[in-house]
């Protein structure tokens, strides 16, 4: 199964003064120039120019491409000659736009807050505005004020930058977006969870929905002929929207980031469940064809943020780092039956004798352990002391576990017939970069070594390792300041014996037979 041509989901998005269409993408790493009417990327930007991790971007009066990157904290700026220039505030930095008269505005949201001013030259110190304020997608009105939506109040927000102070201008959504003008200074919205693109009344606060796109809206844009185009991170597409309220598919929808993978057996088939960071697919093992999709919809008791999936009897368990986040859902009824939001940077999360299993990276990403929970304690079954830097696979079968070390490229057994060991055996050695893990129906282990793209074969009594597959494209380097295994590249086996594959450079789904 492909995913979609905007690898890591479609964030911010602006037109330059030839109506080219620019598209950041947080997990890709890259900025994408994109041609309006056919969709065809005509270039990318990349962390060869410096970019890394864009999550919103404006074109500035000078013509440059700005950008933030929401983990680094960085605003950078990048000339025509491929010149990067950049400043930081602290991550989580996340919309960026400009004023009439040419002065430059960011700020943070979700993980921090924060509005400042900052010199366009990134030579001048940062202006803090208001400490407190969590703003996303941000334009500045026909009237010198600030617009932007304030996520956690579901409101429409004006701030004068000035003085600092806001008042609420509409109110009622789910989750607001972004907030963009036309060229005749009427603003616009838009509503994750609901797909809804509105036109808002500054004086009044009324809405009135002028199209309907799918879950996971993330930006608008205008460009020179007053088109709106409409950007979703959770599955990649850039649509317009057309004057009568139907939409035109720019970009095709798809995976964004295939992480986690798991195998459900049903009466017609199997169904194979992929945690694309922010959503869960559900395909057909056989054909490939897309059967179901639960999406992050960013409001409490919700699916969040899915990096890895396991299964539990007819439940799944789930895990996000970027959330620090474990779940167990269940894929008939769409609910969150279990959540456990106490964990320090979750990498993996699977079901052991009825049990949890936890992999915990640490706060600090420096204190890495696997933890066992039951009703009572946290046991910890390994951790540094035991030589452990980066663990994210976890696989079990008959009382015992397994755990793919991807720093130091060991695959180690840490409970025998259900009795934890108090030193980890060592069942394969010199692997490049293992993570996902999974065991046969006969017993042998199977490895993704993502620094070789290759899948990989462990008979765990002798250790001999041998090659399934090679030429798999996977193993994306992360961002700085997130974890090094960053997107889980993972391994399922359905009861036939198939195999499947999570890719997260070629963004796709392999099935092996």
């Not at 983990?71 to 004023?99: A, C, D, Y």
């Not at 808002?200 to 009324?206: E, F, P, V």
């Amino acid at each position: 199964m492909q995913g979609s041509p905007i690898h890591g989901g479609s964030n911010g998005i602006i037109f330059d003064s030839d109506n080219q269409l620019y598209i950041a993408s947080i997990v890709s790493r890259k900025i994408y120039r994109v041609d309006r009417e056919t969709g065809e990327i005509l270039k990318t930007f990349g962390t060869e120019q410096g970019v890394e991790g864009p999550d919103d971007l404006i074109v500035g009066p000078d013509g440059l491409i700005y950008w933030t990157s929401v983990f680094t904290g960085e605003i950078g700026r990048l000339s025509p000659e491929g010149i990067k220039t950049g400043q930081f505030l602290p991550p989580f930095v996340n919309p960026i736009t400009f004023s009439d008269d040419g002065r430059l505005f960011v700020a943070l949201n979700f993980f921090d807050s924060g509005l400042y001013e900052l010199d366009p030259n990134m030579v001048a110190p940062p202006r803090l505005i208001d400490k407190n304020m969590a703003l996303n997608g941000m334009a500045f009105g026909p009237d010198g004020l600030l617009y932007a939506p304030y996520i956690a109040k579901g409101q429409i927000v004006s701030v004068d930058v000035e003085q600092g102070t806001t008042t609420v201008i509409a109110e009622g959504f789910q989750v607001p977006a972004t907030v963009k003008f036309d060229s005749q200074g009427r603003m616009y919205s838009g509503d994750v969870p609901t797909g809804e693109i509105f036109r808002i009344d500054r004086q009044t606060g009324s809405k009135e929905v002028i199209g309907q796109t799918t879950f996971g809206i993330d930006n608008l844009a205008f460009d020179s002929d007053d088109r709106l185009f409409v950007s979703n991170s959770h599955d990649g597409s850039i649509v317009e929207i057309l004057s009568n309220g139907s939409t035109r598919t720019v970009v095709p929808a798809g995976m964004i980031a295939p992480g986690g993978v798991s195998v459900q057996p049903r009466a017609d088939g199997v169904s194979v469940f992929v945690a694309d960071v922010f959503s869960l697919i559900e395909f057909d093992g056989q054909t490939g064809e897309e059967r179901s999709v639960e999406r992050d919809d960013l409001l409490p008791g919700g699916l969040t943020s899915p990096m890895t999936i396991s299964p539990d009897g007819d439940n799944f368990v789930l895990s996000s780092w970027l959330f620090s986040i474990v779940q167990v859902w269940n894929p008939k009824t769409r609910e969150v039956l279990e959540e456990y939001k106490d964990f320090a940077v979750p990498l993996n999360a699977i079901r052991f004798q009825n049990d949890l299993v936890v992999i915990e990276l640490g706060a600090d990403h420096k204190k890495p352990r696997v933890i066992l929970v039951n009703a009572t304690e946290r046991i910890t079954l390994a951790d540094a002391t035991h030589g452990l830097e980066m663990p994210i696979g976890l696989a079990a079968k008959d009382g015992n576990l397994w755990l793919s070390e991807w720093a130091s490229g060991k695959v180690l057994q840490i409970v025998s017939d259900g009795v934890p060991l108090s030193a980890p055996i060592e069942v394969a050695t010199e692997l490049s970069f293992p993570e996902g893990i999974a065991v046969e129906p006969d017993g042998k282990l199977l490895v993704v070594e993502t620094g070789a793209g290759r899948l990989s074969r462990i008979a765990p009594k002798t250790g001999k390792v041998s090659t399934v597959v090679e030429g798999l494209e996977l193993g994306g380097e992360a961002i700085p300041n997130t974890p090094s295994t960053y997107i889980f590249n993972d391994v399922a086996v359905d009861p036939s014996g198939v195999i499947y594959v999570t890719g997260d450079v070629a963004n796709v789904l392999y099935r092996i037979k």
